[in-house]
């Protein structure tokens, strides 16, 4: 925990808002603009003494990353290919007892017109809440936003998500 709290610190970061007490859940963090945020995630998991798991690219799961991406809680992913991830998340959900899943809604970087809808499908499928985390460049804030308790409708999970990701800059 004090490694996590230590990096935060000295990247001059901090948390707002509170982490809930639950076993399931996705953790929704955007805007996902900067590979920096992968230290900021990891910083606040170990900070916070959570295991979590996490979306990525299955290209960083090769070469020298691979056991580090697997110890930090990540499942790799092929983005070009239609491989039921939806199916596969809502059957590991059901099968463990604790899982909090980090998604990027973007699925990228890059600055997108639309987010993907896998992590809102996900979430309505398996019935476990949302929780909105934004990252704020420039105030240096990680906010965690009230949960999502209904996933009923993954427009509206949606929705919610990314107003709170677009409000973020504006704090």
């Known amino acids: 925990m004090m490694l996590g709290r230590s990096v935060f610190r000295i990247m001059g970061w ?3 808002g509170e982490f809930p007490d ?3 859940m996705i953790v929704a963090v955007a805007p996902h603009s900067s590979n920096v945020d992968f230290v900021l995630a990891m ?6 003494g959570l295991r ?3 979306l990525a690219k299955r290209s ?3 070469g020298p990353l691979s056991r580090l991406m697997y110890a930090f809680g990540g499942v790799p992913v092929d983005r070009d290919s239609s491989q039921g991830l939806v199916g596969q998340l809502v059957r590991e959900f059901a099968e463990r007892s604790h899982l909090v899943l980090g998604i ?3 699925g990228t970087r890059r600055r997108v017109q639309e987010w993907k809808r896998g992590f809102a499908l ?4 398996a019935n476990v809440p949302v929780l909105p985390a934004t990252i704020n460049y420039r105030s240096k804030i990680v906010r965690f936003e009230p949960l999502i308790t209904d996933v009923s409708d993954v427009e509206q999970t949606m929705s919610v998500v ?3 990701a677009d409000n973020a800059g504006r704090r």
């Not at 910083?43 to 916070?48: D, E, I, N, P, T």
């Open 14 to 16: 901090r948390i707002e």
């Open 22 to 24: 639950r076993a399931k």
């Open 43 to 48: 910083a606040v998991v170990l900070g916070l």
């Open 52 to 54: 979590a798991s996490f």
């Open 60 to 62: 960083l799961f090769d």
């Open 104 to 106: 990027t809604p973007e």
């Open 122 to 125: 996900i979430a309505q499928a």
């Open 162 to 164: 990314k107003h709170a």
